[in-house]
């Protein structure tokens, strides 16, 4: 069956530093979202890519999605104690949804 | 704003004892889900719902689990008979659209098997 693979598990960067998590579906998607879950918190969409090679930008996240539609990446530029908390990435193929592993992100001030 | 509601918050039981849980999604949505989340781990897919029917479910979802839409209004989630295992987060989501809609959470149950 489906799986997304996503990676890293963890990351802590400094207040300011840049941050990216990758997400590899074994599996052609037909679109992929992206999710953040604060602490103690549930899943809040962030975005949709469904297109080629797509990249979109909100603010300082910048999301792509590659040319095979297999894999996607969330890149946030310029860290902020704020962004703390999992990001997943969600592959939709078929039916279903399949989230990927999440990237905890902490910030340190 | 529109949300998903889930009942309980938290629920505490007895291995073998069966549970309920409940979502009410919100109103306009046509498909439902429910994923789990052990503490600290991936946010597992369950089972989709569209049509007052099982359009899609995981591995995860074997004969001890089932859905039902009872009333048009609430999305049950019922364990027959629960395991130490299946103590995790439990969240419906429903979406407009099925294949491209954005999900919609609740606030999710917590489920303790003892």
């Known amino acids: 069956g489906q799986q997304v693979m996503q990676i890293p598990q963890y990351q802590h960067v400094q207040e300011g530093e840049d941050f990216t998590t990758y997400c590899n579906s074994s599996?052609?998607?037909?679109?992929i979202q992206w999710y953040k879950q604060r602490p103690g918190g549930h899943p809040v969409f962030l975005i949709q890519l469904v297109k080629s090679g797509e990249v979109k930008k909100q603010k300082r996240l910048t999301f792509q999605f590659g040319e095979a539609k297999k894999n996607s990446s969330l890149h946030i530029t310029a860290t902020q104690t704020t962004d703390v908390g999992t990001y997943f990435c969600?592959?939709?193929?078929?039916?279903?949804?399949?989230f990927g592993a999440g990237t905890r992100l902490t910030v340190k001030p | 704003e529109p949300e998903v509601t889930q009942t309980p918050s938290h629920q505490v039981t007895q291995m073998g004892q069966e549970v309920i849980l409940r979502c009410v999604p919100i109103s306009n949505h046509l498909y439902f889900y429910w994923y789990r989340q052990i503490l600290g781990q991936k946010v597992e897919f369950l089972v989709s719902f569209y049509n007052n029917e099982i359009s899609e479910k995981s591995e995860i979802f074997d004969d001890q689990f089932s859905v039902e839409r009872p009333d048009g209004s609430n999305f049950t989630l019922k364990i027959r008979s629960t395991k130490l295992e299946d103590s995790a987060m439990y969240f419906c989501a429903s979406s407009v659209q099925g294949s491209t809609g954005e999900l919609f959470f609740g606030e999710g149950s917590r489920l303790t098997v003892l």
């Open positions: 599996t052609t998607l037909s679109n």
């Open positions: 969600a592959g939709r193929s078929d039916n279903d949804m399949r």
